[in-house]
């Protein structure tokens, strides 16, 4: 099995607690779009619908968070995808048909950061992937 996977192109948005100047930095090295606060979440909004972002996926490991990501997204009109498990996302997000318009990722889980994710989804990196 080739360690290759297909190139993530969409936008890859990072939400955390932790939006501190070297969390951003990192981020935007690892190739993702904006770091978004978990509060304050209006420009989020705004973003999301002035957009018209319609396939999405929600990588976090908390039930609750993703849930409530998902229906808010919902509410604006999206398909939502929720990926409990970072691994998974990393390797079903970039084949994923109808392919993604954006993906959100919670920074702290378990396995892999919503920054490695991310890196690893731009670059296709799927080495020591179960």
């Known amino acids: 099995m080739s360690d290759e996977i297909p190139k993530y192109t969409g936008e890859i948005y990072l939400v955390t607690s932790d939006a501190s100047k070297e969390v951003i930095e990192r981020a935007q090295e690892a190739g993702i779009n ?3 606060a978990k509060t304050g979440s209006q ?4 973003l999301f619908t002035k957009q018209g972002r319609r396939n999405v996926a929600v ?4 039930p609750l968070a993703a849930r409530g990501n998902q229906v808010l997204l919902e509410s604006e009109g999206a ?3 929720i990926y409990f498990n ?7 997000i970039p084949t994923h048909m109808p392919a993604f318009d954006v993906v959100f990722t919670d920074n702290k889980m378990p396995k892999m950061t919503g920054i490695e994710l991310a890196s690893r989804l731009r670059t296709g990196d799927r080495s020591n992937l179960p």
């Open 34 to 36: 904006e770091v978004f």
């Open 79 to 81: 398909n939502v995808v």
């Open 86 to 92: 970072p691994l998974t996302a990393l390797k079903e």
């Open 43 to 46: 420009r989020l909004d705004d």
């Open 59 to 62: 990588v976090d490991d908390h």
